[in-house]
Structures are given as structure tokens and as C-alpha cells.
């Protein structure tokens, strides 16, 4: 049954990476064969794989999608650029390289990574060009901050569903996670783009004279003010936290307990903060409310392909369940002679080399490992933080972040490589030291 298992996740990479199918198809055909495989009567399948969708989406769909109408309030709204341009004010052009880590990080949290990729390019640039440092060296710390928040912290698609998948906290894994984040960040951004400064292996040639972001970087000037995208920005963070905070202190059941708890539901969360960023970064602002409800309706446009992995992913989660492998496969895992959370990081390390997608990588190993859960008693949410260091790592050729990478900064395959892919596996390894650490004391 185990080789069975191994051979449906090759199958699945096979169709993904080589037949290039889309992955809701590919997981839905390789649930099906599994549940032909795995003896399952024929009446039941379809009500297995309804379920597996279900059961996944149901608490999801809200989360990401309000996450993403608010990341594109913070995009459009030029907040944050503000947001940077007050960090390295702030920090000075000694700490750079510091400045734009943590505006990754913080701009990161409300951005999906792709979105967060193509926002701050410009401003990349603009501040390269104006400081006189390369591209690549600005740039670095920022996509390293961007790439921790989309692996380790919700709401972004991948720690949301692992959440709800180990029936984790959102508010502990939000704690955790910013503690493992900030530690990965310092070393896979500044710390390696120093090394890499040092060693003579970031390519030295500034901006392009004729940047082709010009109208990006005009547009910059009608940005918010630092104080309201800060406070913007960050208020799902203060909420999730403040609430998880009380929560602990009214621990006993009571209308208060109830209230604190609804409150700090990450779908209620995410509305009170689209709402309070429609009027702070577009009311207040002069931009019209209809106007704002066009940009959120295609922010739900480009979510839409997220959805059908995470749908596909439930659906194979499921026929593993119905079928009964989860149990053995619990019980294999559970005999080797590794710590549950490195098991859970190395098959989302494995998924993610053979596939390039860090949601998918994280998404089926947390299907894999999920049996495991109950018989050791690992914490969920390091889980959830473990796995998703494992889907960071090792971003070569077959993932889109490296070429866009590659192509914006106009490196060769081999600086892409040392820079990025270096980058990509150093912030996996040392949040995997984190879980651990987290593990013994927590």
C-alpha cells in the first residue's frame, strides 16, 4: 500500500511537471485511480471526493479570497511603497539591506507572493537606482521576506489550509511563525546577500538608465503616508494577535470568551480589515467606492486557480482517508526513525524539487503526513511551520519564481542559482532549526 502511495505521488508529479495538466485535473485523476487502486466501492468515491473538496474549502474560501481583495488594497494604493520608503528613511542607506528585509516581511503578510513580486519591483529599482547598488543586492532581502511570509504565515494560501487541515490555531501558528519567519529572513536576506557581496558573486552593473518602471515610480509619490499603510498593513497581525493573547487570559467559558473568540475568527479579521482599508487607503483618500469594487473583483479573478489546487489536494486527502491507507500509512511513517516534523519538512522538500509549487508541495505533504498527527502528539501548529519550510526549499528550474527572478535582474542560470535558489533553501533549513528549537520548548 505504501508503494502504491509512492507510485500515485509520482503519478502526480509526472502529470504536473511533464504533461504540464492542470493541477485541480491532476489531483482529481490521481484521487480517482487511487480510489480504484485502493478497492474503494465505486458508490462511495463520488461522495469521498466531495467531501475531500468540501472539507477543504469550507473554511478556506472566505480566507483567502478576503486576502486577497485586502492585498490588493495595499497594492493599488501605493502603501507599500510607503511602507519602504518610511523603513529605509527610517534605517538609513547603512541598514539597507535590513529595510527592505523587513518590508518583504510586512508587505508580505497582506501580499500574495506573486502579487508582492510584481508590486515592489519597481521600487526595487527606483531605490537601486537612487542609491547607486546593484539590483540584485537591494532586491534580495525584500524577495526573502516575501518568500517567509508565503511559506510559514497565514492567511496565504498554503499555512492557511495546513491550519485547517491539523486543525491547528491560527493565532498560535501566526506567533510561531513570525518568530521562525524573522529568523530565516536575517539569514537567507541580508546575511547571504553580504556573503554573496563578498565572495564576488552578485553582479555589479547598476539599473538600466531608461528603467522601464518610470510610470510605477512616478505613481509612488500619491502613496499613502507611512503611519496609515503601517497600521493598515499590519492590523490583521495586531487582531489575530491581541485576540489569541485574550483568549488565554478568558480562558473560562463566558459571553465575553464567546465574543473575543468571534472576533478573532480569521474571516471576521480579514473583513473589519477590507473594510477599515477600503475607507483609510481609499474614501479618505478620493477614491470611489465602485472604483474599489472593480479592483476587488479581480483580485477574486486571480485566486481562482488556488482554489482548484487546494479542491484537487482535498479530494486525494480524502480517498486516502476512505480508503483506509491513511491509518497504514500513519503507522509506516510513524516507524521511521525520524522526528515527525523533519518527516513532514523533507516530503514537502521532495514535492517541492520534483514540482517547483510551493503550495502543492505543502498541500500533499500535509495529506501524507496528517495520519501521523494523532499517534505522536506533535504540536500542529509546528507542523504546519515545518512543512512549510520543506515546500520553500531548493526553487530551480521548474518553478515560476526563479525565472521571474532570473529575467527582472538579468542574471545568468548560474548567479540565479547562487543567489536565489541559495536564498530559497537557507530560509527553508534554518526555519526547519527553528521548528525544532520551538519543539523543545514549547
Given at each position: 500500500?505504501?508503494?502504491?502511495?509512492?507510485?500515485?505521488?509520482?503519478?502526480?508529479?509526472?502529470?504536473?511537471?511533464?504533461?504540464?495538466?492542470?493541477?485541480?485535473?491532476?489531483?482529481?485523476?490521481?484521487?480517482?485511480?487511487?480510489?480504484?487502486?485502493?478497492?474503494?466501492?465505486?458508490?462511495?468515491?463520488?461522495?469521498?471526493?466531495?467531501?475531500?473538496?468540501?472539507?477543504?474549502?469550507?473554511?478556506?474560501?472566505?480566507?483567502?479570497?478576503?486576502?486577497?481583495?485586502?492585498?490588493?488594497?495595499?497594492?493599488?494604493?501605493?502603501?507599500?511603497?510607503?511602507?519602504?520608503?518610511?523603513?529605509?528613511?527610517?534605517?538609513?542607506?547603512?541598514?539597507?539591506?535590513?529595510?527592505?528585509?523587513?518590508?518583504?516581511?510586512?508587505?508580505?503578510?497582506?501580499?500574495?507572493?506573486?502579487?508582492?513580486?510584481?508590486?515592489?519591483?519597481?521600487?526595487?529599482?527606483?531605490?537601486?537606482?537612487?542609491?547607486?547598488?546593484?539590483?540584485?543586492?537591494?532586491?534580495?532581502?525584500?524577495?526573502?521576506?516575501?518568500?517567509?511570509?508565503?511559506?510559514?504565515?497565514?492567511?496565504?494560501?498554503?499555512?492557511?489550509?495546513?491550519?485547517?487541515?491539523?486543525?491547528?490555531?491560527?493565532?498560535?501558528?501566526?506567533?510561531?511563525?513570525?518568530?521562525?519567519?524573522?529568523?530565516?529572513?536575517?539569514?537567507?536576506?541580508?546575511?547571504?546577500?553580504?556573503?554573496?557581496?563578498?565572495?564576488?558573486?552578485?553582479?555589479?552593473?547598476?539599473?538600466?538608465?531608461?528603467?522601464?518602471?518610470?510610470?510605477?515610480?512616478?505613481a509612488d509619490a500619491k502613496a499613502p503616508g507611512p503611519i496609515n499603510s503601517f497600521t493598515t498593513a499590519l492590523l490583521p497581525v495586531v487582531l489575530i494577535a491581541a485576540t489569541t493573547a485574550l483568549l488565554v487570559a478568558f480562558r473560562n467559558?463566558?459571553?465575553?470568551?464567546?465574543?473575543?473568540?468571534?472576533?478573532?475568527?480569521?474571516?471576521?479579521?480579514?473583513?473589519?480589515?477590507?473594510?477599515?482599508?477600503?475607507?483609510?487607503?481609499?474614501?479618505?483618500r478620493g477614491i470611489g467606492i465602485p472604483v474599489q469594487m472593480q479592483r476587488y473583483g479581480d483580485a477574486l479573478k486571480d485566486v481562482a486557480s488556488i482554489l482548484l489546487i487546494l479542491a484537487g489536494a482535498g479530494a486525494l486527502k480524502q480517498?486516502?482517508?476512505?480508503?483506509?491507507?491513511?491509518?497504514?500509512?500513519?503507522?509506516?511513517?510513524?516507524?521511521?526513525?525520524?522526528?515527525?516534523?523533519?518527516?513532514?519538512?523533507?516530503?514537502?522538500?521532495?514535492?517541492?524539487?520534483?514540482?517547483?509549487?510551493?503550495?502543492?508541495?505543502?498541500?500533499?505533504?500535509?495529506?501524507?503526513?496528517?495520519?501521523?498527527?494523532?499517534?505522536?502528539?506533535?504540536?500542529?501548529?509546528?507542523?504546519?511551520?515545518?512543512?512549510?519550510?520543506?515546500?520553500l526549499m531548493f526553487s530551480h528550474v521548474n518553478d515560476p519564481g526563479f525565472w521571474l527572478f532570473k529575467e527582472y535582474f538579468g542574471l545568468t542560470l548560474k548567479e540565479t542559482l547562487l543567489s536565489w535558489t541559495v536564498m530559497e533553501s537557507?530560509?527553508?533549513?534554518?526555519?526547519?532549526?527553528?521548528?525544532?528549537?520551538?519543539?523543545?520548548?514549547?
Open positions: 500500500m505504501v508503494l502504491a502511495v509512492v507510485a500515485l505521488i509520482a503519478l502526480l508529479v509526472v502529470l504536473i511537471a511533464w504533461g504540464k495538466v492542470p493541477p485541480f485535473l491532476a489531483f482529481l485523476v490521481v484521487a480517482l485511480g487511487g480510489a480504484v487502486l485502493f478497492g474503494m466501492p465505486l458508490a462511495q468515491i463520488p461522495k469521498s471526493l466531495e467531501k475531500g473538496v468540501g472539507d477543504m474549502l469550507g473554511g478556506l474560501v472566505a480566507i483567502i479570497c478576503l486576502g486577497a481583495m485586502f492585498g490588493r488594497a495595499i497594492a493599488d494604493s501605493g502603501a507599500a511603497q510607503s511602507i519602504a520608503r518610511a523603513l529605509i528613511g527610517a534605517v538609513g542607506l547603512r541598514f539597507i539591506l535590513l529595510a527592505m528585509a523587513m518590508t518583504g516581511l510586512i508587505v508580505g503578510i497582506p501580499l500574495f507572493y506573486s502579487v508582492g513580486f510584481v508590486v515592489m519591483i519597481p521600487l526595487i529599482f527606483s531605490i537601486a537606482k537612487r542609491a547607486d547598488l546593484p539590483p540584485v543586492y537591494v532586491g534580495l532581502p525584500l524577495l526573502s521576506g516575501l518568500s517567509v511570509a508565503h511559506g510559514y504565515l497565514p492567511p496565504h494560501p498554503s499555512p492557511a489550509a495546513l491550519v485547517t487541515l491539523f486543525g491547528a490555531d491560527t493565532g498560535l501558528t501566526l506567533g510561531y511563525g513570525l518568530i521562525v519567519a524573522i529568523a530565516a529572513l536575517m539569514v537567507g536576506g541580508p546575511l547571504l546577500t553580504l556573503v554573496l557581496k563578498r565572495v564576488n558573486l552578485l553582479p555589479l552593473g547598476g539599473p538600466p538608465a531608461d528603467s522601464p518602471f518610470a510610470a510605477e515610480e512616478a467559558p463566558s459571553p465575553t470568551h464567546d465574543l473575543i473568540g468571534f472576533l478573532g475568527n480569521p474571516a471576521v479579521v480579514l473583513t473589519l480589515c477590507l473594510i477599515y482599508a477600503t475607507f483609510s487607503l481609499g474614501v479618505l480517498v486516502f482517508v476512505d480508503s483506509g491507507v491513511s491509518a497504514t500509512l500513519g503507522g509506516w511513517l510513524g516507524s521511521l526513525p525520524l522526528h515527525p516534523l523533519v518527516l513532514g519538512w523533507l516530503i514537502a522538500v521532495v514535492i517541492r524539487v520534483a514540482l517547483g509549487s510551493a503550495t502543492i508541495a505543502g498541500l500533499t505533504a500535509a495529506g501524507l503526513i496528517q495520519p501521523l498527527m494523532a499517534t505522536t502528539g506533535v504540536d500542529p501548529n509546528l507542523m504546519v511551520l515545518a512543512i512549510g519550510a520543506g515546500s537557507l530560509v527553508g533549513i534554518v526555519g526547519l532549526i527553528c521548528v525544532l528549537g520551538l519543539s523543545l520548548v514549547v
